[in-house]
């Protein structure tokens, strides 16, 4: 695997930077130590990057030029940037907590939030200066999070607690909690909605193999959907129409009808989906394959597998992975 | 099977090769292989069923299953090891066409086998000269799932521990495969 890395890095140093505009793809590959930037639409891994010790959580910052990485063994985050020649590099490498898993940018960009599987808390970190400025107590084993549009909430699915924390981001205090499934671990924001056009969140209930459909204003939920096998995240379509859902003990995605919730298909993938995330102009949705080392593409329409393409070493990709 | 992973465990710790980066839970995994000089028809007609396992791992005295190579099944292995420990495993999903299963720990103690959350595959193919080749790959957690594990529950304990079944195992299939 070192020399494998070793090889893209050499690999990147001659490949032309992608173009702007073309989405990119961050995925973690937690057995290498480093992240793959994926040209997306060349379909390709163009950079490799070494960062902190096992690094699984991700997530890209509005705009895309800065990426924030979650080191659980390293208890920090790294942070990548890219420059205005498209190249990538980390710029900073910042002690967060004890075992920093998902990690969440604000919608300005001005917050970073890094969940401590061990301390039960979500660190805040001001993107400007990199400096802890706050610290919430949330549920336990706190793992994915997600910000509503309007910047004002912060959802933090705890693990080992069964519910989702609803973090009020003008004061970080913790004002409500949500019930939902059996060890929730993805959580995902939802604009759209369903047939109510009402906002919600969709989160992957691992060890109740559901995904729970919740209200983010009532505070409640309002829907069950099974799914196969160790769900693990869950991406939706721009329009609310689909919804996917990696099953890490199944080898699948499940693809939900986002208005009636009825499965229309499991579509088999590598073992161990992991991360997964629509890409921008939502045809597509990104699956990382933690057994198979590899990243693949599901073309949603047609409900298959049409690209796949080896990364490092235990691709985990758990957040927002993507840049458009 | 289980002192010989844990004398692994020591073999490594004696040369100095346990890492000191044993920190949170990461899950780890592993693949085995085995070259067989036998069909792969023959070689997946001895692993097929899931309740076989005690057929051609020695380290395995039974392994019943309550009900067969259905999704679901849940076997009950039971090792030969001094108090009879058990492990007790659920069938994850079984491909008869491709010879493949994968399954996963439901219930094991830590002292059993010091690993959290395993799942496995066992998958069996035609290596393109008339023979076959057998691959038994892991995912799992080690056994202590907090910061700062003891060196009998880390990592690297994991590891060897799971090789160790695995290794075990796909030799001796290995043998019986190849038997006239």
New interface residues.
């Given amino acids: 695997m070192r020399a494998h890395a070793f090889l893209l890095g050499l690999a990147a140093l001659v490949a032309a930077a992608p173009a702007a505009g073309r989405p990119l793809a961050y995925i973690t590959d937690q057995g290498s130590d480093s992240i793959a930037v994926v040209d997306v639409d060349g379909w390709k891994v163009v950079e490799t990057l070494e960062v902190g010790r096992k690094p699984a959580g991700v997530a890209v910052a509005p705009g895309g030029d800065r990426i924030y990485v979650s080191n659980p063994e390293g208890s920090s985050l790294s942070v990548v940037e890219r420059g205005p020649d498209g190249r990538h590099r980390v710029v900073a490498g910042i002690s967060v907590g004890k075992g920093p898993l998902g990690v969440a940018a604000d919608r300005t960009g001005k917050l970073v939030f890094a969940a401590d599987w061990y301390a039960d808390q979500v660190h805040v970190v001001d993107a400007a200066s990199l400096k802890e400025v706050s610290s919430i107590t949330v549920g336990r084993s706190p793992s994915g999070m997600t910000v509503s549009p309007d910047n004002a909430r912060l959802f933090v699915a705890n693990r080992e607690s069964d519910s989702i924390s609803v973090v009020d981001l003008s004061t970080f205090v913790e004002i409500g909690r949500v019930a939902v499934g059996k060890a929730p671990f993805g959580v995902t924001y939802d604009a759209a909605g369903g047939t109510d056009g009402k906002p919600r969140l969709l989160v992957a209930n691992v060890q109740s193999g559901d995904v729970s459909v919740v209200d983010p204003v009532a505070l409640r939920e309002v829907e069950r959907i099974k799914v196969r096998a160790f769900p693990y995240a869950v991406a939706v379509t721009g329009d609310g129409a689909r919804i996917l859902v990696t099953n890490q003990h199944d080898d699948s995605v499940s693809v939900i009808d986002g208005r009636t919730y009825a499965t229309l298909a499991v579509v088999p993938v590598g073992d161990y989906p992991e991360g997964i995330v629509t890409a921008p102009d939502q045809t597509h949705a990104l699956v990382a394959c933690w057994m198979d080392d590899e990243l693949e593409s599901i073309d949603i329409a047609k409900m298959t597998v049409d690209r796949t393409l080896k990364v490092g070493s235990g691709p985990r990709a758990f957040g927002q992975f993507i840049a458009p | 099977m289980k002192r010989w992973a844990w004398a692994m465990v020591a073999f490594l710790f004696c040369l100095g090769l346990a890492p000191a ?1 044993a ?5 780890q ?1 592993i693949a085995e292989t085995v070259d067989i000089n036998a069909p792969v028809d023959k070689v997946w007609a001895i692993v097929k069923d899931f309740d076989a396992l005690a057929k051609w791992h020695p380290g395995v005295a039974s392994s019943a299953a309550d009900k067969g190579n259905a999704v679901g099944s849940v076997r009950i292995v039971v090792l030969k090891a001094p108090g009879d420990p058990k492990i007790v495993e659920e069938l ?2 079984y491909n008869d066409a491709g010879h493949t299963y ?1 399954y ?1 720990g439901k219930d094991v103690d830590v002292k059993v086998l010091p690993v959290s959350n395993y ?1 496995s ?1 066992l998958t069996a193919g035609d290596n393109g000269h008339g023979g076959s080749t057998v691959e038994w ?1 892991g ?1 799992f957690y080690r056994g202590f799932l ?2 700062d594990p003891p060196p009998e529950l880390n990592d690297e304990a994991a590891v060897a521990a799971v090789t160790a079944v695995y290794r075990a195992g796909l030799d001796n299939l290995k043998k019986l495969a190849e038997a006239p």
């Fill in positions: 980066w920190h949170g839970p990461s899950r995994k994850l999903s994968h996963g799942t595959w790959k995912a907090n910061n």
